[in-house]
């Protein structure tokens, strides 16, 4: 089965920028969608198809794919986004979801 | 704005049924544009992919699971179902309803989940 591998954590300053990765074989081939989850919340869809960002989600939050790591960027690192990030694709070729483990980002 | 809601017991014995309803508010189950899905969280831990129903009642569910797990939908209570037969500790979590285009196969509404503890 399809596997996605995230850094358990990364760490950031405030003001800085996060980039957080998301690892599987070929991925720039899949359309990956990241989720943002705070404690005791539901996930919360930031990045969809890759880099497109629902309505509501800062500029901050963009993605890309391509090869085999995906990458949510958050630019201009606000305490407030402090938070476990997931990725997820549709595997095609077995119809599943998948998730990656999560990362969480700390705000230094 | 599309809302939705769990609902079922918080408890549940070993070896027993798990059940729960997602009642879709603020839009259509029957739309014939999205996938309907449980997704399940350990305290700690991942998000796990339960499985999926469109409409019609086509499903498809996680393999680690497709032996215990049955999904259904009622288009006319506007509602779908998780059953997960036979369950251990190792089935407490949060469980989450969500929807997700048919279209990207992102989930863009999810409920606020509801904790299932497996314990006797």
């Known amino acids: 089965s399809y596997v996605l591998t995230q850094p358990p954590s990364v760490s950031v300053a405030p003001g800085q920028t996060a980039r957080l990765t998301c690892g599987g074989n070929?991925?720039?081939?899949?359309?990956v969608h990241w989720y943002q989850q705070k404690p005791g919340q539901a996930p919360v869809l930031v990045v969809y198809?890759?880099?497109d960002r629902p309505s509501g989600i800062p500029e901050r939050f963009s993605g890309s794919n391509s090869g085999n790591t995906a990458t949510l960027t958050i630019s201009r690192v606000e305490a407030g986004d402090e938070a476990d990030y997931y990725c997820?694709?549709?595997?095609?070729?077995?119809?599943?979801?998948?998730f990656g483990g999560g990362t969480k980002l700390t705000v230094l | 704005q599309v809302q939705l809601q769990e609902s079922g017991p918080g408890l549940v014995k070993p070896s027993q049924t798990l059940s729960l309803t997602c009642t879709v508010s603020?839009?259509?189950?029957?739309?014939?544009?999205?996938?309907w899905s449980w997704i399940r969280q350990p305290p700690g831990k991942g998000l796990e992919w339960i499985g999926y129903?469109?409409?019609?009642?086509?499903?498809y569910y996680n393999p680690s699971l497709k032996s215990r797990v049955t999904i259904s939908v009622d288009t006319s209570k506007n509602q779908f179902s998780l059953k997960l037969s036979s369950v251990t500790a190792a089935d407490t979590a949060v469980y989450y309803c969500?929807?997700?285009?048919?279209?990207?196969?992102?989930?863009?509404?999810w409920g606020q989940g509801t904790l299932v503890t497996v314990s006797s």
């Open positions: 969500a929807r997700a285009a048919y279209s990207s196969t992102s989930f863009d509404y």
């Open positions: 603020g839009g259509s189950i029957s739309s014939g544009d999205y996938y």
């Open positions: 070929n991925i720039g081939s899949k359309s």
């Open positions: 198809d890759d880099s």
């Open positions: 997820q694709v549709w595997d095609s070729s077995s119809d599943h979801v998948v």
């Open positions: 129903i469109f409409y019609s009642g086509s499903t």
